[in-house]
């Protein structure tokens, strides 16, 4: 199992310039100058870090940020030079872990981000696993594992088994992903494409102007598996109309609007709609008897 570090009496919080702090290799979770970080510069500015952040000691010297990557990038932009740090001594693995679990916490996280962060994680269960040697079985660690992460995150081993799929997709599908122009069930389907696969998906959807249904992205699977995953054949699928839309019909607003007065709702408007369809087809119904 992941190894738990209890906060102890004999930590305390030290003053660090923020200069000695450096982002943890490779982390998955972006920092990103957006509202919610300008709203964390404004509190920074005004009331200081109140949550220290965690870290780890550098061999080269300074300190690895495990928690709290946000937080530093924001006081850099409020002008601090001195951050509160709960500075801890641990191994890579236990270090991913305590990165991974405190990121995780976060209200949003992107799908790209979820997907690299399970993927780190349980590589470090499985080292923390064949050191502790945990099982004998390779298979039974990868298993007992990926059930470890899912459960820590909330989510199943098999979803957590389709967010590290996500880790397989070129950069360019996954922000696609993260974007939400392409939805999570297909991306996994896609993610098992080669990466030549992957480009001319990306042509042909950008050709097509369209973006997969589940079972389009099945479909376009099933082609790599059988080595017929051109460029040609995932057009003509791109290409076609999805079943969805066939079947649908759209009003619009303004085009409705004229025939009712201002004063009406949408919903008193598909009221009245469906009550002159029902006289119509009964119209309809008169004239057929006779």
């Known amino acids: ?41 404004e509190s920074i500015a005004q009331y200081g870090v109140l949550a220290p952040l965690i870290a780890r000691p550098r061999p080269e010297g300074g300190y690895e940020i495990l928690s709290g990557h946000r937080r530093q990038y924001a006081a850099k932009l409020a002008g601090l030079e001195i951050l ?9 693995s236990a270090a991913v872990v305590l990165m991974v679990d405190s990121n995780l916490q976060r209200e949003h996280i ?43 995150a909330g989510d199943s081993r098999n979803q957590v088994h389709r967010f590290i799929r996500l880790t397989h997709l070129i950069p360019e599908l996954l922000e696609l ?29 950008q050709d097509t102007q369209n973006a997969p249904s589940l079972s389009q992205a099945q479909r376009i699977k099933k082609l790599s598996q059988e080595s017929q995953c051109s460029y040609e054949a995932i057009f003509d699928i791109m290409g076609e109309e999805k079943k969805a ?41 008169r004239s057929a008897e006779r």
Do not use: C
Not at 85 to 92: G, H, K, Q, S, T
Not at 177 to 205: C, G
């Open 245 to 285: 839309e066939m079947d649908r019909v759209t009003l619009k607003n303004e085009v409705l609007r004229k025939y009712f007065p201002h004063s009406y709702t949408p919903k008193q408007m598909e009221d009245t709609i469906l009550r002159l369809l029902e006289q119509w087809q009964k119209k309809r119904q």
């Open 1 to 41: 199992m992941a190894e738990k570090h209890e906060p102890n009496e004999k930590e305390q919080i030290q003053q660090l310039p923020l200069t000695e702090l450096h982002p943890f290799p490779n982390h998955p979770f972006k920092v990103l100058e957006d509202e919610a970080m300008q709203r964390t510069v």
């Open 84 to 92: 509160p740090v709960i500075v801890r001594n641990m191994d890579d």
């Open 110 to 152: 992107l799908p790209s981000e979820r997907a690299f962060a399970y993927k780190m994680k349980l590589e470090a269960l499985k080292n923390q696993g064949a050191r502790s040697d945990l099982t004998s079985s390779q298979v039974g660690m990868k298993l007992q594992a990926l059930d470890i992460v899912g459960q820590e």
């Open 177 to 205: 992903v993260d974007q939400k122009k392409i939805s999570f069930n297909p991306a996994v389907e896609l993610s098992y494409l080669t990466e030549p696969e992957q480009r001319d998906f990306l042509e042909a959807m």
